[in-house]
C-alpha cells in the first residue's frame, strides 16, 4: 500500500468543504455564529392570564379540553410560530387574519372568496360545520357539534396561536 501525503489530503477537503453549488457563496451562518434564541414556551401562569383575559365566554375556556380537541386538527395544522402548513394552514396568527390570505398557503376558491377576518365567532361557525358554513372548501373534516368543546377548542388556539387582546 501505498501512504498518503497527509498534507494533501487535508489541503483537498478545505478545498472541497470551501465549495457550494452557488460558486462558494453560502446562505448558512458558520458554525460557530450564534444560533437567535426561540422563545420561550409560556408558562401556565401566563397561560392562565391569557385565558382570563379573552372576552366571554371563551375566558371561561378549559385549555385542557381546548387541547385534547385540537388533536383532532392536529393532523393537518400546525399552531407554533413560524411552523410549516400542512395539508391545512399554520394557524399561529389566525385572528384577525383575513380568510384565504396566508403566503405560501394554497386556499380553496370558496375560503379566498370568504370577504371576513377570522374572529372567534367565525371559527365557532367553521369548526360546528366547516361544509355547511363554507360550501366549497376542501377541509374534510366533520366539525365538532359540541358548543363547550368549541370553546374550549377556540380558548385553546387564541392562547397558543399569539392572540393578543384588544386594547380597551
Keep these: 500500500m501505498r501512504s498518503l501525503n ?18 462558494g ?10 444560533t437567535p434564541a426561540a422563545a420561550p ?7 392562565a ?5 379573552l372576552p366571554a365566554p ?15 386538527c392536529r393532523s393537518c395544522h400546525t399552531i407554533t410560530e413560524g411552523g410549516p402548513d400542512l395539508t391545512g394552514p399554520n394557524l399561529y396568527g389566525v385572528f384577525g387574519r383575513k380568510a384565504g390570505v396566508k ?9 379566498k372568496a370568504a370577504g371576513f377576518i377570522w374572529d372567534a365567532q367565525q371559527l365557532d361557525k367553521w369548526l360546528a360545520d366547516p361544509r355547511g358554513f363554507m360550501p366549497g372548501t376542501k ?5 365538532i357539534k359540541n358548543e363547550k368543546d368549541r370553546i374550549d377548542l377556540i380558548a385553546y388556539l387564541k392562547v397558543e396561536t399569539g392572540y393578543q387582546t384588544p386594547a380597551k
Excluded: H, R, W
Design 139 to 143: 377541509m374534510t373534516f366533520a366539525g
Design 6 to 23: 497527509l498534507a494533501a489530503v487535508a489541503a483537498l477537503c478545505v478545498i472541497v468543504s470551501a465549495c457550494s453549488k452557488d460558486g
Design 58 to 72: 371563551y375566558n371561561t375556556g378549559d385549555l385542557s379540553n381546548g387541547q385534547s380537541k385540537f388533536a383532532l
Design 25 to 34: 457563496s453560502s446562505s448558512q451562518a458558520p458554525a460557530d455564529a450564534p
Design 103 to 111: 403566503e405560501g398557503y394554497s386556499f380553496s376558491d370558496a375560503v
Design 41 to 47: 414556551a409560556p408558562t401556565d401562569a401566563e397561560k
Design 49 to 53: 392570564a391569557a385565558l382570563a383575559a
